[in-house]
Structure formats: C-alpha cells, structure tokens
C-alpha cells in the first residue's frame, strides 16, 4: 500500500509536466501541422476514391472503354489509385520530415529534461 502511493505521489509532477507540454504552443503547432495536412490530405484521397466507385457503378460504359489492348478506362483508375497511395505516403513522410520531427524531437528532449 505505501508503495502505491509513493508512485502516485510520483506520477502527480510527471502528469503536469505532461499537461504542460501538451497546452504548450509548440506542440500545438505541431499538432496544427499534422491536421494541416492529414486532414486535406484524406479528405481527397477519399474523394478520389469514392469518384472511381461512382464512375464504375453510373458510367460502366465509359470504364469499359478500350484505352490499349486488355487496358481499359477502369483498369488505368484502379492503378492510379496505387500509384495516389504511394505518393500520398511519399508526400506524407516528406512533411513530417521537414516540418514536424525536429520540432517533435526538440519538444521531445524538453519534456524529458523536465522529468528528470
């Protein structure tokens, strides 16, 4: 029983710290920069996604359509959707890369010197 309460003692400064941190202005900052871009980012590749849904269900005609040899309208969308998935997480990695890990990494090592 003591030595539960000698580590709820302890983890009272350690939730501070981390309320702190999280009203603190850089990490909402990076938490901007995340929505800023996962939220557009999302938002348009469902969009995209959804638009191919719909055009095989109304337009089966236009997604039949021959483009070169066996290759059709619908088979070049469905690629391009794998093609729009690899961009987006090229796209991804390279903004968290130049616009959030050092900033993450430096609010990171703050919260730890302050824990200790």
């Known amino acids: 029983m003591a030595q539960q309460q000698v580590r709820e003692r302890a983890a ?33 590749f ?4 959804l638009l191919y849904l719909v055009a095989q269900v109304a337009a089966p005609g236009l997604m039949a359509r021959q483009l070169a040899g066996p290759v059709n309208v619908a088979w070049l969308l469905g690629l391009l959707q794998f093609g729009s998935t690899f961009l987006l997480t090229w796209l991804y990695v390279r903004h968290a890369r130049t616009r959030r890990d050092a900033a993450a990494l430096e ?10």
């Open 107 to 116: 609010l990171r090592w703050d919260t730890q010197d302050q824990l200790r």
């Open 12 to 44: 009272r400064p350690q939730a501070e710290v981390y309320l702190a941190v999280q009203e603190s202005e850089a990490f909402q900052q990076i938490r901007r920069g995340y929505r800023g871009f996962v939220f557009p980012a999302t938002g348009a």
């Open 46 to 49: 469902l969009g995209w996604y």
